[in-house]
């Protein structure tokens, strides 16, 4: 491995239909605004928009045709054609109820049981589509390097540093050297001591948030293997990953930021690494989670009165 800044990896293969709404929920908010329109666009409305050449989809948005083709490739397909093709997908798999509606917000009026529906809704989606645009090729990448590795920093603040410290706890759970960061000061003095052979993970849903980017930055500068968690495949954090795993999200709304919303599809993330690594490292992982689990016994214990 070398310094120099890294790629992030993109898939030769366009994304499934599955993973086409998935995909514009994620990506929109970076996108331009003229480019945001053609997503509305198809993610709205798959089968009308399958049924209009490339010109056609241009003059219904107020777009040109290399906005569509741009939104195209932004979204994974390599031209206008491969995009009609997951979008007649779309339209099928909707047209066999498959794919679930979309909720609206959440009202500041609205009765509990509802509000309980629509957060059960949207959790069981943002799962979904986390699922759907997972790499499992970027995932299989970045088992391996912790099956194997010597210690493992993890960064993450806020929500994120919640995140991060349940994927501490559970490597060590199964014996793995892992410490989650959420002051960046400690972040940045730690990852100076990481080399080749260990791994830095960092998460952030916004992909930019500067306290997770630059630990995670020194760590490639020294070596380390490096994960970027992030909601934002583009975003500057995926500069010094070596592999990326893009989350989803519910959609966002008042009384619900993104920030907040993020966090389901980033414990799913890290559930998958977390089992993944386990299989990997049965032989070791069992004795270990074993005796994790009997040295707490005692605490789920009633107190002998």
Known sequence: ??????????????????????????????????????????????????ALTVTGLAELTGTSEATVVRTARLLGYPGYRDLRLALAGLAAQQQSGRAPAVTADI???????DVVAKLAHDE??????????LD???????????????????????????????????????????????DPHLAVTNAVQLRSGDVAIAITHSGSTG???????????????????TGRP?????????????????????????????????????????????QRTYETAAPALAASYEALAHRHSPRNR
């Open 211 to 229: 306290d997770v980017i630059e630990p995670l930055r020194v760590a490639f500068d020294h070596g380390a293997t490096t994960v970027a968690i």
């Open 136 to 182: 499992t090729v970027q995932l299989g990448a970045a088992v391996a390097a912790l099956a194997t590795a010597r210690r493992v920093d993890i960064y993450g603040v806020g929500a994120s540093g919640l995140v991060a410290q349940d994927l501490a706890q559970k490597l060590l759970r199964i014996g793995l050297i892992a410490h989650a960061h959420s």
């Open 107 to 113: 009202a500041v009026d609205d009765p509990i049981a």
């Open 1 to 50: 491995m070398t310094n120099d800044v890294k790629e992030s990896f993109t898939s030769d293969a366009p994304p499934p239909p599955a993973a086409l709404a998935a995909k514009v929920r994620t990506l929109a908010p970076s996108m331009t605004r003229s480019m945001q329109r053609v997503a509305e666009a198809v993610a709205g409305d798959p089968a009308g928009c399958a």
């Open 234 to 278: 583009d975003g500057p954090v995926t500069q010094y990953a070596d592999h990326v795993l893009t989350t989803s999200t519910a959609r966002e709304s008042e009384l619900r930021p993104a920030a907040m919303s993020s966090r389901t599809s980033q414990l799913l993330v890290i559930d998958c690494l977390f089992t993944c690594v386990t």
């Open 124 to 133: 069981q989606q943002t799962l979904a589509d986390t699922a759907a645009g």
